[in-house]
């Protein structure tokens, strides 16, 4: 765990509401030099606080109207691996994230459809066929907040 300061946690407020701003941006907007913000950021992305950026899509102007959260239970019978699974779910295209996790289910999966319709073919080829899957539960997403979480 790296030790963050206070310019830190701002660099880091910043890079999470626009990733593409500059160095210079973010130290004119911070007070500090322009070497001295990107020293700053490569420290925290040599220390791996800063994994890479993102592109962010929106998936709605793209055709892709629907999106579902879907908690997926492997059946015991057969006892595919976890590998096995994640690695043919995570080549169906509109599966966007693969999540393992702990409780009722043990993936989360969010897939994005272009219409409801096409989310039952998806599910229903393509998700209900992988090796292993028991019990799946869907949840449709209505409205999302995204907040960029805590900061040290």
């Known amino acids: 765990m790296i030790a963050l300061d206070t310019l830190d946690r701002q660099?880091?407020?910043?890079?999470?509401?626009?990733?593409?701003?500059?160095?210079t941006a973010i130290g004119r907007a911070l007070g500090l030099s322009q070497p001295a913000a990107?020293?700053?950021i490569r420290r925290l992305q040599e220390?791996?606080?800063?994994?890479?950026?993102?592109l962010?899509?929106?998936?709605?102007?793209?055709?892709?109207?629907?999106?579902v959260f879907l908690g997926v239970k492997l059946a015991t019978k057969g006892r595919v691996s976890l590998e096995d699974f994640e690695r043919a779910v995570s080549?169906?295209?509109?599966?966007?994230?693969?999540?393992?996790?702990?409780?009722l289910y043990d993936y989360r999966l969010r897939v994005v459809a272009r219409d409801i319709s096409d989310f039952e073919r998806v599910l229903r080829r393509r998700i209900m066929t992988l090796p292993g899957v028991g019990n799946v539960?869907?949840?449709?997403?209505l409205s999302e907040e995204r907040r960029p979480g805590p900061i040290g």
């Open 11 to 23: 660099i880091l407020r910043a890079l999470s509401e626009d990733a593409t701003q500059s160095a």
């Open 38 to 40: 990107w020293r700053r």
């Open 47 to 54: 220390a791996g606080v800063l994994k890479g950026q993102r």
């Open 56 to 67: 962010d899509l929106d998936h709605e102007k793209l055709g892709f109207g629907v999106t």
């Open 91 to 103: 080549a169906i295209p509109e599966v966007q994230t693969v999540e393992h996790i702990l409780g």
């Open 137 to 141: 539960e869907a949840n449709v997403l």
